[in-house]
């Protein structure tokens, strides 16, 4: 298989595993993706299961009951056995059938939804992981690529009226509310959609990282098509 990620300084590709949770993040390197063609029917998968709001975790035991055919079955061998690998590893993998996430507009001039360009941050060492199996898939962006939108002058300055505190409260109340997590892409940044099929593990803000967190955003779904999302 080619290596559809070769020009790109931020991702490092494995063919394992084992290679994905082995390999250390390093320099500009803070997405690691284990890169595969999957076999199996998962729009099959999708179409079977039920909605109950716009993001309905789907279990094991719901895949098991579902009448499928042979690519069906496929398809949900491969959902099941990355969810052991996962849980084997010590992670809690959780499987999602979405329909949208819940948008932030209570404030215009910025957004602290998923959609928007931003950074996940644990108080712990871990990381992202990540796997759409059918739908529109999330991007990365390098962080040189980006500007964090705090530091956006007109955007810091609509904050602090927001903030209306004493200023040695100020950055707390970013981190509070994380406003700080949230990046705006430069006029010449070039995002790398991650695709589907692909298990990828992203670098995440904590104490002890070596590495910038991967900045990433959820897609815009495509129009009356669901996502199949496995993320821990």
Known sequence: MSNIFSDNGQIEVVSSFSELIETRFRGATNAICWQRDLS???KEIVTKLQ???NIT???PEDLLVLPLSEQGI???ETILHDIRLLSDFGASPSLNLLKNYDRDTELEFISTDVYSYHVDRSPIATDTFLCTYHGAASDIIANDQVEQKILIPEIREKLRKL???PEEEFENFLKEYFFDLHYQPKTTAEPVNLGTGHLWRLAVDHPGQKALPCVHRAPVENDNE???LLIC
Request: charge should be negative; avoid cysteine.
């Open 40 to 42: 199996g029917d998962f």
């Open 226 to 228: 669901y996502r199949l």
């Open 51 to 53: 909605l109950e709001d």
């Open 74 to 76: 496929i398809a949900r």
């Open 163 to 165: 903030h209306n505190g």
């Open 57 to 59: 975790e789907i279990f």
